[in-house]
């Protein structure tokens, strides 16, 4: 079983939509828990970051974490076309120099 | 402040050469992490320096090797390249302090192995 599962997409909604990403993990150890958007030919750019669980948002996004579960979502709301790009969860561990352990990545385009 | 620059922005080689690539973090950054991006196996961590020093190192073979000068640039090297080497190679770089989880990513070198 991989550390962390992430839905393979492509997605594709209109704007205006609601957009649920999610991630589910193996490894109780995580406990830094980040979204990244990955635009094309661009390297990833961090969005949400979070400590164990709980929700944190920063304007149109949500991030979610349900460290009993072991799943952790992003949700994005009013989807704009400018939102159309790849998104990454990623985890750590705990301690300074823990690597971080990436999803494969979501493709997500919104329609005008 | 600048981002996270890396250099070459894109390289053709062929197989069984060599390749360096560079990566110069944020300013007053000293961790530098460098992971391979490609479709099928995503992003893949391949090591992190700090202070001059490898502290973590991912599951790629020896050819993959890298090093960090005290001014906290980094190379990384690929030697003996074969055709599964074509990726976009990303560098990243973490602050010091506080979150530093945080990893801040350059634009990556895309590497062709011909």
């Known amino acids: 079983q991989k550390e962390v599962e992430q839905d393979p997409g492509p997605l594709s909604v209109p704007e205006g939509a609601i957009v649920s990403l999610n991630c589910t993990y193996s490894n109780s150890a995580f406990q830094y828990f980040m979204w990244y958007r990955q635009y094309s030919r661009k390297g990833p750019e961090l969005l949400m970051y979070?400590?164990?669980?709980g929700n944190k948002e920063d304007g149109r996004f949500t991030a979610q974490v349900d460290k009993s579960s072991k799943y952790i979502s992003l949700f994005i709301r009013d989807s704009q076309p400018s939102d159309s790009a790849t998104y990454l969860c990623a985890l750590a561990a705990s301690g300074a120099n823990s690597k971080l352990t990436f999803g494969k990545g979501i493709t997500l385009s919104v329609r005008p | 402040k600048a981002g996270v620059t890396q250099t070459p922005r894109y390289l053709i080689k062929t197989r069984g050469q060599q390749v360096t690539l560079s990566c110069s973090p944020i300013?007053?950054?000293?961790?530098v992490s460098w992971y391979q991006q490609t479709p099928g196996q995503g992003l893949q961590f391949l090591f992190e320096?700090?202070?001059?020093?490898?502290?973590n190192k991912g599951n790629f073979p020896g050819r993959f090797s890298g090093r960090q000068f005290s001014n906290s640039r980094s190379e990384m090297n690929v030697s003996t390249l074969e055709l599964g080497d074509s990726a976009l190679y990303l560098c990243?770089?973490?602050?010091?302090?506080?979150?530093?989880?945080?990893?801040?990513f350059g634009a990556g070198t895309r590497l062709s192995v011909l």
């Open positions: 320096y700090f202070s001059e020093t490898q502290r």
């Open positions: 990243a770089s973490s602050p010091t302090n506080g979150a530093t989880n945080i990893q801040y």
């Open positions: 300013s007053g950054h000293r961790s």
């Open positions: 979070t400590y164990s669980s």
